[in-house]
């Protein structure tokens, strides 16, 4: 199996994260502990993939509960009701990993790490379980004392 990504690296895409959020109204986020962490889902499930190529490889996760990701669908989607994750409200969530992986991507360019990130994938279900042989990193982040997004980091530096 692959080393995990440092964690010096982790911190981008954490930073991203909370940006992001803070930017749509969604404020006083705290990052909780990270651990590492199998993506198996038996639960019902959202996620959000963004791969990442270049400098760094891998995917990152977006995980959230139904109602949440319809909560931040319909921020995204400037207030409109979101009742059912639909073709606009993924779309709508994809742009929010496409938001934070591109915010993610500018951080490290400013340590010289250049990488691009790929179109998102969106995911719902039950017993959703993916395979990486890139070991992943789970961070929860919280909102209001209550765990909002879980983040998969299935990254590591390209020594090619």
């Known amino acids: 199996m692959a080393q995990a990504l440092d964690i010096k690296y982790i911190n981008p895409f954490l930073q991203a994260t909370l940006t992001i959020l803070e930017t749509l109204g ?38 959230m509960t139904d109602k949440k990701a319809m909560n931040i669908a319909s921020v995204m989607m400037m207030g409109m009701p979101v009742e059912s994750l639909d073709p606009m ?3 709508a969530l994809g742009e929010l ?28 279900g039950k017993k959703l379980k993916l395979q990486s042989d890139i070991p992943t990193i789970a961070i929860p982040v919280v909102i209001n004392d209550e765990e909002y997004i879980k ?10």
């Open 26 to 63: 969604m404020a006083g986020g705290k990052v909780g502990k990270p651990s590492l962490a199998d993506l198996d889902f038996p639960e019902d499930t959202f996620l959000i993939q963004v791969g990442v190529t270049g400098a760094m490889k891998g995917q990152v996760f977006f995980k």
């Open 89 to 91: 409200a993924c779309s």
């Open 97 to 124: 990993g496409n938001m934070i992986l591109g915010n993610t991507a500018t951080l490290f360019s400013t340590m010289n790490i250049i990488f691009d990130i790929t179109p998102p994938l969106c995911m719902h």
């Open 151 to 160: 983040i998969y980091i299935a990254v590591k530096e390209d020594t090619k």
